[in-house]
């Protein structure tokens, strides 16, 4: 089921508040525990009733250790994986036993997060080129998300379904979150 227009438009307008200026730093929001908080508070089932259900979804390997990756390569596959989780989250077949307004607050803050991205990545740009393996690791964050959507697809988006893939969401935003620090020390 798509988002009505009403809940789309109130999310545009909670998203549209000015960004502060961020230069070339990766953002502090990715530590923000209010994200992590509205992912958890969204699940209705319990993990263990949909056990059946659970999968591997093969996250990528070569994203693992951060140590090998390069600063700008890291901002540009944390603002692909919170764009597919964004995306993921906002179409067609999204949960509707999750709360409307839990969503929106989480749509909201992975909205910002992008935002705050997208002008880091202006700034990267500007002064150099992707890293090599940049667009590996893209393709490969890419594949990963085009199998969770496939596995809800498959599971005919069932309750079930997206608890397993609220987990592994909530996994793929500890890894950012992992990445950020290990980058930032």
């Not at 997208?118 to 500007?126: H, V």
Request: hydrophobic share 40%; proline share 4%.
């Amino acid at each position: 089921m798509a988002l009505p227009v009403s809940v789309l438009l109130a999310l545009v307008m909670l998203c549209s508040r000015i960004a502060c200026s961020l230069g070339c730093e990766l953002p502090q929001s990715h530590d923000n525990p209010e994200i992590f908080t509205l992912l958890r508070q969204m699940g209705r089932l319990s993990i263990l009733s949909c056990l059946k259900d659970r999968t591997d979804f093969r996250f990528p390997r070569t994203l693992v250790d951060g140590n090998q990756v390069e600063k700008t390569q890291a901002v540009a596959v944390v603002h692909e994986m919170l764009q597919q989780i964004f995306r993921l989250f906002s179409t067609s077949g999204s949960p509707s036993p999750w709360d409307e307004t839990l969503l929106i607050k989480f749509l909201s803050g992975l909205y910002q997060q992008l935002d705050d991205l997208e002008k880091c990545l202006r700034e990267e740009k500007k002064v150099e080129q992707s890293p090599p393996g940049s667009e590996n690791s893209i393709l490969a964050v890419k594949m990963y998300f085009q199998g969770i959507s496939l596995y809800l697809k498959e599971k005919e988006y069932s309750h079930c379904a997206w608890e397993v893939v609220r987990v592994e969401t909530r996994k793929c935003l500890l890894f950012i979150n992992n990445l950020v620090g290990k980058l930032k020390k």
